[in-house]
């Protein structure tokens, strides 16, 4: 799961980078999605906050996004 979402993150980051704003936010999502089981099961309370948090943001910037467009 771990090495999913680091593939997802890293190809979520390059899509945020080339301004694929939509799709690499969707991606960051996906990816919060497949690491928090390995977080939670690791107890890698850095990792569930940031998740978190990101988690926020992520959405935040979809429903933002899809009101823009909208």
Known sequence: MRFIASGLF?????L?????IALG???H???EV???????RH???DLIV????FCVFDLWGTLRLINVLG
């Open 34 to 40: 497949f690491l928090a089981p390995w977080a939670l």
């Open 25 to 27: 936010t969707a991606l």
């Open 50 to 53: 940031i998740g978190l948090i």
């Open 10 to 14: 890293l190809l979520a980051h390059g």
């Open 43 to 45: 107890r890698a309370w």
């Open 29 to 31: 999502g996906v990816a």
């Open 16 to 20: 945020l980078v080339l301004e694929h």
